[in-house]
């Protein structure tokens, strides 16, 4: 018996080449998808924490503002308070005043 055999099979570079070229591109799409996803998803999250931060900032602007009002009026108390004992302290000297002229 004698068998022969075709050796003579061409490889049909083409369309191998094309197929490698058609999985790279699906590999290629599904990473860019998913890149493109977590750039969504992370992006979303900066605008919220920025979001969050500038209401923070926003509140405790409002914070410094009301502590600087209360300083001042606290400041001006104090002041108005000085003054009304200026008054006594200066009556006091004059009758300590007139008292030992007394003697």
Known sequence: MVLS???SRSLDMDSIIAEVKAQYKEIVNGS????????????????TL???HGDDLRRTKTEI????????QLQAETE???GQRAFPEAAIADA???RGAGR
């Open 80 to 82: 108005g308070l000085k």
């Open 32 to 47: 860019r998808t998913e890149a493109e996803s977590m750039y969504q998803i992370k992006h979303e999250e900066l605008q």
């Open 96 to 98: 300590e005043q007139l």
């Open 5 to 7: 055999m075709d050796n």
């Open 50 to 52: 920025a979001g969050k």
């Open 65 to 72: 503002f009301e502590i600087n009002r209360n300083m001042s």
